[in-house]
């Protein structure tokens, strides 16, 4: 069995940073793409970045040039670095990962029980 566990969310004032943390835990051989979602009240979850193994990334056309997301692979982790927030970063933030088991067995998309970043004054 595996998880992801997001970590980092909370209340910051607009312009403020938060840093979100996800690890994978379990029986883990190998991480391959690793994701952050978002969902807002009343709206579908959309991705707001990804990160492969090897390093490429992408991001959500609103968030580029103040999110950053990077990976440790040694510790099986994600990170996303949100800078100049704004109210409308305000949603709850899903960790989205590819896992292979030691027995073999890949899981194209686990997900985390997700974080909630409230940008507010």
């Known amino acids: 069995q595996v998880q992801l566990v997001e970590s980092g969310g909370g209340l910051v004032q607009p312009d403020g940073s938060l840093r979100l943390s996800c690890a994978a835990s379990?029986?883990?051989?190998?991480?391959?793409?690793m994701a952050w979602y978002r969902q807002a009240p009343g709206q579908q979850r959309e991705l707001v970045a990804a990160?492969?193994?090897?390093?490429?990334?992408n991001y959500a056309d609103s968030v580029k040039g103040r999110f950053t997301i990077s990976r440790d692979n040694a510790k099986n982790t994600a990170y996303l670095q949100m800078n100049s927030l704004k109210p409308e970063d305000t949603a709850v933030y899903y960790c989205?990962?590819?896992?292979?088991?030691?027995?073999?067995?890949?899981?194209?998309?686990?997900w985390g029980q997700g974080t909630l970043v409230t940008v507010s004054s």
């Open positions: 990160i492969t193994r090897g390093g490429n990334t």
């Open positions: 989205n990962a590819g896992i292979q088991t030691t027995s073999g067995y890949r899981y194209p998309a686990v």
């Open positions: 379990g029986t883990i051989v190998n991480v391959y793409s």
